[in-house]
């Protein structure tokens, strides 16, 4: 029986790639380097800033990533919550969610200071049980110690979680920590990629969690 629901944030609760690829491409031309399309920046999200740049740069630069770290971090937590929204359903289900009793997390590799701000922004009425992005020093999904820290700060057991996610990280994540692995269809990667990582259930809108997972 699940107990509580941890989300991923980028792709899963928010629609963040336009921002994403706004501060990239925009930091990218400040460098003379080339852009990227929109739709490139679906594979290159999901593992954190350091590795977004990373892909992004120019491979004869690419091993420098970590230099440009806090140009890149700074150019996007000036931005705020921009353009990027929640998808649709996904504020009204939270709300039904927590009106059941539930406890939710968000548990995101994005940077923990840009992750905070955008839920408390983007969901100022849904209380979160966690909410974390990356941290200096802990490591990011697929390993599970956020996950795992969800679960204990919404007081239940890993294997009463479900761990709702757009990508192959997020599915690895939920299985390496003992968790229900529900699949975002609507999400940055797609079906595919969900069903090749292991999700036990995919949903193709999340207002379909509440009775799926009743």
């Keep these: 029986m699940i107990r509580a629901i941890i989300f991923d944030l980028d792709g899963t609760l928010v629609d963040t790639l336009g921002d994403i690829a706004t501060v990239m491409n925009g930091w990218l031309r400040s460098k003379s380097w080339p852009e990227h399309p929109l739709e490139a920046y679906r594979q290159m999200v999901g593992r954190g800033l350091a590795r977004l740049i990373q892909a992004a740069v120019p491979a004869s630069e690419s091993a420098h990533a970590e230099t440009w770290y806090d140009e890149v971090f700074g150019a996007y937590e000036a931005m705020g919550i921009g353009e990027s929204r929640p998808y649709p359903g996904v504020t009204e289900t939270l709300q039904q969610l927590r009106d059941a009793g539930l406890p939710l997390a968000v548990i995101s590799n994005k940077p923990d200071a840009i992750t905070r701000s ?12 966690l909410v974390r992005g990356g941290l200096v020093g802990v490591p990011s999904k697929p390993n599970p110690v956020s996950a795992l820290a969800a679960a204990q700060a919404c007081a239940v057991a890993p294997c009463d979680c479900a761990f709702v996610g757009d990508s192959d990280v997020d599915m690895k994540t939920a299985l390496a920590a003992g968790m229900m692995a529900v699949g975002a269809a609507w999400g940055f990667r797609g079906e595919a990629e969900l ?20």
Excluded: Q, W, Y
């Design 195 to 214: 069903r090749t990582a292991g999700a036990m259930l995919i949903i193709s809108s999340m207002t379909e969690l509440p009775s799926i997972l009743s």
């Design 118 to 129: 955008m839920v408390a922004a983007l969901f100022p009425s849904i209380d979160f049980a």
